[in-house]
């Protein structure tokens, strides 16, 4: 385990909110269809000669949260130029919103850096800061093990999201043939309820193939 806390504020240790968040991750991920390896370490090399262990890796996810007394969430990929990492943020951030501004917090944003541990690893990268631990209105939503819960499944149904693992949440799975096009139809508000039955899956799949024709994408 590090020894790092990170931020504190409000008697909260950044260190301690990610753990939770991370291990509640880890336990819901094999129901959602994808598998999870924690790295921990107090030096950023560290952590990246850990993730690349495992090359093949579809998705390194650094959580944090965030100070400097503002509000909400924001997330971080290399550069422009990574695409991939760029296409699985954006996929990944609709649950992670969807929750928050349920909760009543904003979005402050995707953003582009050159943190360490998006430079440095091999695979696609994506960093996200959940709110600010010394915003009171922030670290009582940090402090509370009921909100943690439910951002740990929101980060789950994203990164199944971004990985077309295509596990809906609700018991179902959207057939994996399916799942492109249903992330295409939520994402530009064609439907809402992603649950439904082959016929309807099929439809969606259809007119994500005319859509594509018409714009002539591959």
């Known amino acids: 385990m590090p020894e790092d806390p990170g931020a504190c504020a409000n008697n909260l240790r950044e260190a301690d909110i990610t753990l939770e968040l991370a291990n509640q991750i880890v336990t819901l991920a094999p129901s959602y269809g994808f598998d999870t390896v924690t790295a921990y370490a107090n030096e950023l090399s560290e952590i990246c000669d850990q993730a690349n262990q495992y090359p093949s890796a579809a998705l390194f996810l650094s959580l944090h949260v965030n100070a400097g007394q503002g509000t909400g969430y924001e997330d971080y990929v290399c550069s422009e130029s990574r695409i991939e990492a760029d ?32 430079k440095y690893t091999t695979m696609p990268a994506v960093l996200c800061e959940n709110l600010f ?45 399916a799942s492109e096009a249903v992330n295409w139809a939520v994402d530009n508000k064609l439907i809402v309820d992603v649950n439904g039955s082959e016929e309807f899956y099929r439809n969606i799949v259809v007119l994500y193939r005319f859509y594509k024709r018409f714009l002539n994408i591959a």
């Open 133 to 177: 631990i010394d915003t009171a209105k922030d670290a009582a939503k940090l402090a509370d093990k009921e909100f943690i819960s439910g951002l740990a499944l929101a980060y789950v149904k994203g990164i199944a999201r971004a990985l077309g693992t295509g596990y809906t949440g609700g018991g179902n799975m959207i057939p994996a043939w």
């Open 87 to 118: 296409r699985l943020r954006g996929l990944l951030r609709i649950e992670v919103m969807n929750y928050l501004r349920e909760q009543g917090f904003g979005d402050r944003g995707k953003k582009y850096s050159g943190f360490y541990v998006l």
